[in-house]
């Protein structure tokens, strides 16, 4: 369990999410191909502000609920940091995949 009280991370979505409806941020977190966790992952809007930060699960996994437009996902780790941007221009699951190192 994180100290920063960030809910726990996974690859499938939870009971009751409709990816019709709602803008899933859903990725992965990866160093040279493998899973990274542990790490604090930042979910910045297209202004660059702070908008949440979950930690990466066992696997590497991220998810954030978000609002339409453009995103930037960062993530900070011992082994390096990485960031990755994405559009969602409407509700869906779109797929995020952040390589630090």
């Excluded at 920063?4 to 040279?32: H, M, R, W, Y």
């Amino acid at each position: 369990m994180s100290s920063c009280g960030a809910p726990e991370q996974g690859n499938a979505l939870p009971a009751g999410i409709d990816p019709g409806k709602e803008v899933v941020l859903n990725g992965k977190v990866t160093n040279s191909g493998s899973p990274v966790a542990g790490a604090f992952v930042r979910l910045l809007d297209g202004t660059g502000e702070f908008t949440a930060e979950v930690v990466s699960s066992p696997e590497g996994d991220f998810r954030f609920f978000a609002a339409p437009g453009s995103w930037t996902v960062r993530a900070l780790h011992r082994t390096g940091n990485g960031e990755s941007r994405v559009t969602a221009e409407g509700p869906g699951l779109h797929e995020v995949a952040v390589a630090v190192g």
